[in-house]
């Protein structure tokens, strides 16, 4: 198994530009999540995903979207890039979900750092 | 709201020694912790969880002790390694989410 991958590792944007990060899982993951990092911030939730065809806003939603058609992808769109929006990126995905009958580990991917001019 | 306070920020300990980080969470509702380590430039890992029916639950040189009346857990490392030099964050689940408190770098000397 892959885990979770995440591409591109690495990307520079100019402000107003817009781009997709990428997450997949092989694990047959129901949840699925985006958090970015920043110093001193720990991580924090963008958006999150419980299953297929259901998404819900995290700590920091604004100027993200995302969207879950299959169970194996969680891309994150940015619409409008701004330089608040320098930071690292990791998906992550946990089986069952943090609710329900399991409490389950999250597997984060390797990150996405994203640089914004 | 649902918030997660971590301290300290920074922890020097020396090899051998047992280090401490703290955490106390604002819902009483939240049932799991989990605490995960990240080294430099790598992603966040799972290194030990509590459900809040557990008191405390050791894994080896790592423990993790939780307060559900004051809301707070710990996690308590000993006998310190160079290898346990990391980041560590501890978070608490919110219904659907996990809200992570801002992180302690652990410096262990040798």
């Known amino acids: 198994n892959a885990g979770v991958t995440q591409t591109p590792k690495f990307q520079v944007l100019k402000t107003g530009q817009s781009m997709t990060l990428q997450c997949a899982q092989d694990?047959?993951?129901?949840?699925m999540s985006w958090y970015r990092q920043d110093p001193g911030m720990g991580l924090r939730l963008i958006h999150y995903?419980?299953?297929?065809?259901?998404?819900d806003q995290g700590e920091v939603p604004n100027g993200y979207n995302v969207s879950r058609s299959t169970t194996e992808d969680f891309p994150l769109r940015l619409l409008s890039a701004a330089p608040s929006q320098t930071s690292v990126y990791f998906c992550?995905?946990?089986?069952?979900?943090?609710?329900?009958?399991?409490?389950?580990?999250?597997?984060f991917g390797p990150g996405t750092r994203l640089t914004v001019l | 709201g649902e918030n997660v306070e971590q301290h300290p920020s920074t922890l020097s300990v020396q090899e051998g020694d047992s280090a401490v980080i703290k955490c106390t969470y604002s819902?009483?509702?939240?049932?799991?912790f989990p605490w995960y380590k990240q080294e430099l430039g790598k992603r966040p890992q799972l290194i030990i969880d509590?459900?809040?029916?557990?008191g405390e639950k050791k894994d080896q040189r790592i423990a993790v002790t939780l307060n559900k009346t004051a809301k707070h857990f710990s996690l308590h490392i000993t006998e310190t390694q160079p290898e346990d030099s990391a980041v560590y964050f501890c978070?608490?689940?919110?219904?659907?989410?996990?809200?992570f408190g801002a992180g302690t770098i652990l410096r262990v000397k040798s």
């Open positions: 992550a995905s946990s089986r069952g979900g943090t609710s329900g009958s399991g409490y389950n580990e999250q597997f």
């Open positions: 694990m047959n993951h129901e949840y």
């Open positions: 995903s419980v299953g297929a065809g259901i998404t």
């Open positions: 819902d009483s509702a939240s049932n799991y």
């Open positions: 509590i459900r809040s029916n557990v």
């Open positions: 978070a608490a689940r919110y219904g659907n989410k996990l809200v």
